[in-house]
T-cell receptor, first 114, second 115 residues
């Protein structure tokens, strides 16, 4: 069964901490994505990557950075966590434009910043 | 810029009713891809369908059907004879050919099916 695995289901961090969210896929997908989901706002794209060491800003990149050193791993970094970054974070991966069964999502990481 | 609008924030129906979830999109590309996802209470997004812009045939999969109309930029989703297990948030999404596979979502529609 194909999988996107996010390292943590729940995280609680303090304001100002540097936070790493890890995502690993086993489907040899070129593309990987980070979204955040907030009530009433749907899923908003933070960053995506279409190749190793490549990254593109999404709609809300401020306060975040990413790293993709290997094809299967895409990390989201909160440089200095703030309370407004409390959210559900979803990682996804895909072949170009979701061919062959669409975009596959992980189970999500619910991050609380206190 | 690509945009997806799901005007229905919440829908509530009684079991066995048919229900249609609306999706309207905006794009300047001639080649694009449309998707529907289901997010049950467990939270994981489940892929339902992918449709490319050159294929306007309607699709049926069991109790699910999709109506793609380029003339109105709509990609609506109908559940026939709804069941309690259909209760979930449903998202419509769009990927443009020129946007590097980025997937833009609508706001989602919360569907509640009551017994």
């Amino acid at each position: 069964d194909v999988k996107v695995t996010q390292s943590s289901r729940y995280l609680v961090k303090r304001t100002g901490e540097k936070v790493f969210l890890e995502c690993v896929q086993d489907m040899d997908h070129e593309n990987m994505f980070w979204y955040r989901q907030d009530p009433g706002l749907g899923l908003r794209l933070i960053y995506f990557s279409y190749d190793v060491k490549m990254k593109e800003k999404g709609d809300i990149p401020e306060g975040y950075s990413v790293s993709r050193e290997k094809k299967e791993r895409f990390s989201l970094i909160l440089e200095s966590a703030s309370t407004n970054q409390t959210s559900m974070y979803l990682c996804a991966s895909s072949f170009p434009h979701g061919q062959n069964y669409g975009y596959t999502f992980g189970s999500g990481t619910r991050l609380t910043v206190v | 810029a690509q945009k997806v609008t799901q005007a229905q924030t919440e829908i509530s129906v009684v079991e066995k009713e048919d229900v249609t979830l609306d999706c309207v999109y905006e794009t300047r590309d001639t080649t694009y891809y449309l998707f529907w996802y289901k997010q049950p209470p467990s939270g994981e997004l489940v892929f339902l369908i992918r449709r490319n812009s050159f294929d306007e045939q309607n699709e049926i999969s069991g109790r699910y059907s999709w109506n793609f109309q380029k003339s109105t930029s709509s990609f609506n989703f109908t559940i026939t004879a709804s069941q309690v297990v259909d209760s979930a948030v449903y998202f419509c999404a769009l990927s443009e050919e020129t946007s590097g596979s980025r997937l833009t979502f609508g706001e989602g529609t919360q569907l509640t099916v009551n017994p």
